[in-house]
Structure formats: structure tokens, C-alpha cells
């Protein structure tokens, strides 16, 4: 019976997503990361819910109704989302889409010029360095500790997914070097060991970039989702996964067979948190803190929280970057009562709303750098928000202020 409900929910979201996305494919890769972390999570609940053991909390999962509120969430998010991109496109149909140059060089030629350079100084670091692809012990999470140039990281980051929006708006107006800088690109994240994560994060930039400079904008339709090919890279993915699986037997201490270790691995993790905090606070019923400061740095405070181990392990753990999963909107539920979380997190994805339009705005008035730095800074904000580090967002709202200023000041300037 729960696992018939979990499945039900999920496809109810699954259902409300399609119907998205033939509505608004706009909407739905602008927000597309915070919309695939729910429907990562509503697969979680249905594997934690079902009874699998949860290594990171110490104990089996048992229902606890957290896929319904999960639902409640999904639905006020999507209801926000939907009601921001309305109000913030006509708030910001005024802006001015500003275009840096220099001359001889165009907005454009200058968005070159960057992204070329970057790639350059991103391979001088990484051809200086233990290759990760060539070297054993060597990966994505330590590659910049063994990097002979490490503070060149802020620069090249890990994924540098800006370059691979860059790329995409630059493919647009020229094939030839868009082109090349793809190729480039991919490239540097197959050799420095990026897998799934960095693909999709840059699969994501490149599409968001193409939709949104088109002069005619694509419709969805359902028969992609049903497309020979793609169901066929799918089958083999997980052919693939499930052959190592077969050999490694990664989960046996857990006593998983292969099948469900896949399954595990894929689901059982990305809504633990949920999970643990709806059980606590909604099912059980405990007192909320009411304290909004833990919205600063709400993945630590649920680590806390739910840690089985040692508070010396935590502390070693959390000083070395290392994290769990989508602890938003999550932390909302340990703050506030139900009702009181659901406003909030409506409340909140207003800051999404924003970089969202300005973003849209940017990219059709061909603003090229600015919408790079946009880019960027949405992608720092969905982060935000699936791992809750609402420390994260001062660098994003300093720009978005600069940004609204010089507006400001420009137009005043002007009517004088």
C-alpha cells in the first residue's frame, strides 16, 4: 500500500512536469535543476519509505507520509515559479540589455576573447598537473590539491558551466568557434574525471543558452521522451551500471542484490533529509526551532542533526567541503510548522523568479556578457537552494544590486 502511494505520487509529478513542459519549455530549463532534484527525491521516498536502510542516519527507513508533502512543496513551487516569471517579466521589461565594448572589439568578440582564454588557462593548469584521467589516485574532488597552479580555481572552477553557456551563445552566431569550443570543453571534463554531474550541469548551460537565443522557440513534444534512441541510451547506461554493480557488489553489507544496489545508489540517498525531517517534525510531530538564521548554512545544520557518527567525524567531515544532498527545502520543515513552510519557500523562490527574468531578458537582447555573469549566478542560486547554503546567495545579490543601480542611474542620466 505505501509503495503503491509513493508511485502514485510520483507519477502525479511526473505528469505535472510533461504538462509543464509542453506549456513553457522556457520555464521549465530555467528552473530544470530544482524541478529534477523533486523528482530525484520522489524516487528516494519510495526506496527509503519502503524500508532500506539509511547508512547516513544509522537506522531503516519507514513511512512517515513524506512523499505527500513532498508533493505539497513541488506544487507550491511550481505555482511560484509560474506566478514570478509573470510578475518579474514585466517588472524588468524596461531594463536595458547593456553591451560591453572595447573598441575594436564588439560585446561579442570580448565574450570570445574570455571564454577562449579560459579554456586556455583551464588546460595550461591541467596539462601542468596529474591528469586525472591518467593517473591513479588522482580525481575530480582532489584533482585541485595535486594541481600545480591552484589558484587558478576560482577562475576554472570544476565544471565551468558559464563556458559551456559562453559556447552555446557563441555556436549561435558562429558554428566554426562554437564548435570548437565545445570540443575543447568536453574535453577538459573527460580528462580532469568529471562524469554524470559535470555533463548534466553542462548539457544544462548549452540548452538554456540555444532555447532562449532562438529567433523561433522550439514546442515540447512527448515523442522525444519516447524517441528509440534515447530509450535505447538509456537501457544501455543502465546495462552498464548494473554489469559493475554485478562485478564491484558495492551494497552487499547493506544485503542488496545488484539490481536493487542500482536503485539504491540512484535513489536511496537524495531525500534522506526529507525524509528524516518530515518524520520528525510532521509525522512525530516535535517542536520547530523557529529560527531563520539556520537557513545560512542549512546542510550542516541537518548533518547535525542526523549524524550517527561520532561529532568528531562530523566536524572532520564538514571542515574538508564534504556534504549530503538537497537539504532545501527540507531545513524549511525544521524551521517552521507545515503551512508556515509552504509561504516560505513561495517567499523565497521569488530570488530564483529574479535571476530567471534577468537572465531571459539578457539573453534575447543579445547582452552577451551579461548573460554569462547571469548564467553563472543562477546557477550559484539553484544551488543555493538544493543544498540550502543561503550563505551562498551575497555574491549573486551583490551583482543583482549593482546591476538594478546602474540601471537606475543610467536612466536618470538619460531624462536629464
Not at 523562490?349 to 527574468?357: A, E, H, K, R
Request: proline share 3%; charged share 10%.
Amino acid at each position: 500500500m505505501i509503495l503503491a502511494l509513493n508511485i502514485t505520487l510520483l507519477i502525479c509529478a511526473l505528469v505535472i512536469l510533461i504538462y509543464l513542459l509542453e506549456k513553457d519549455l522556457g520555464l521549465f530549463l530555467l528552473s530544470f535543476i530544482l524541478l529534477i532534484q523533486y523528482v530525484w527525491m520522489f524516487c528516494s521516498v519510495i526506496v527509503i519509505e519502503n524500508g532500506i536502510f539509511v547508512n547516513e542516519q544509522g537506522r531503516k527507513g519507514f513511512f512517515a507520509n513524506s512523499g505527500v508533502v513532498l508533493l505539497l512543496f513541488y506544487l507550491s513551487s511550481l505555482i511560484a515559479l509560474i506566478f514570478y516569471k509573470k510578475l518579474f517579466s514585466s517588472l524588468f521589461k524596461n531594463i536595458k540589455t547593456y553591451k560591453f565594448k572595447l573598441k575594436p572589439f564588439s560585446d561579442f568578440k570580448i565574450l570570445s576573447i574570455i571564454i577562449g582564454s579560459v579554456l586556455a588557462i583551464a588546460f595550461f593548469n591541467l596539462l601542468s598537473s596529474p591528469i586525472p584521467l591518467f593517473e591513479e589516485g588522482i580525481t575530480k574532488f582532489n584533482f585541485w590539491y595535486y594541481a600545480k597552479y591552484p589558484f587558478l580555481r576560482p577562475i576554472v572552477g570544476n565544471v565551468m558551466a558559464f563556458v559551456a553557456f559562453g559556447s552555446a551563445v557563441i555556436f549561435r552566431n558562429k558554428k566554426g568557434l562554437g564548435t570548437l569550443f565545445f570540443l575543447l570543453y568536453f574535453s577538459y571534463l573527460i580528462l580532469v574525471g568529471q562524469k554524470f554531474t559535470g555533463f548534466f550541469i553542462a548539457i544544462y548551460g548549452i540548452l538554456v543558452a540555444l532555447y532562449f537565443s532562438a529567433k523561433i522557440r522550439i514546442k515540447f513534444k512527448i515523442k522525444w521522451i519516447l524517441n528509440k534512441y534515447f530509450i535505447a541510451i538509456c537501457t544501455i547506461l543502465f546495462c552498464i551500471v548494473y554489469y559493475k554493480y554485478s562485478i564491484e557488489k558495492p551494497f552487499e553489507h547493506l544485503g542488496l542484490t545488484p539490481l536493487e544496489s542500482v536503485f539504491y545508489r540512484a535513489f536511496g540517498l537524495q531525500a534522506h533529509v526529507f525524509w528524516g525531517v518530515t518524520e520528525h517534525y510532521v509525522y512525530n510531530g516535535n517542536p520547530n526551532t523557529w529560527n531563520i538564521n539556520e537557513l545560512w548554512n542549512g546542510m550542516h545544520v541537518l548533518m547535525k542533526m542526523f549524524w550517527p557518527w561520532s561529532y568528531e567525524d562530523y566536524i572532520s567531515v564538514t571542515s574538508r567541503g564534504v556534504s549530503w544532498t538537497n537539504a532545501y527545502p527540507s531545513i524549511l520543515l525544521r524551521i517552521f510548522p507545515l503551512p508556515l513552510a509552504l509561504l516560505a519557500n513561495m517567499i523565497l523562490l521569488s530570488i530564483v523568479g529574479v535571476f530567471q527574468s534577468l537572465l531571459t531578458k539578457l539573453i534575447e537582447g543579445k547582452s552577451y556578457i551579461l548573460s554569462v555573469v547571469f548564467f553563472q549566478l543562477l546557477m550559484w542560486v539553484s544551488y543555493t537552494f538544493t543544498m540550502s547554503y543561503f550563505s551562498k546567495l551575497t555574491i549573486p545579490v551583490f551583482f543583482l544590486t549593482l546591476l538594478l543601480i546602474f540601471d537606475f542611474l543610467h536612466k536618470k542620466s538619460v531624462v536629464k
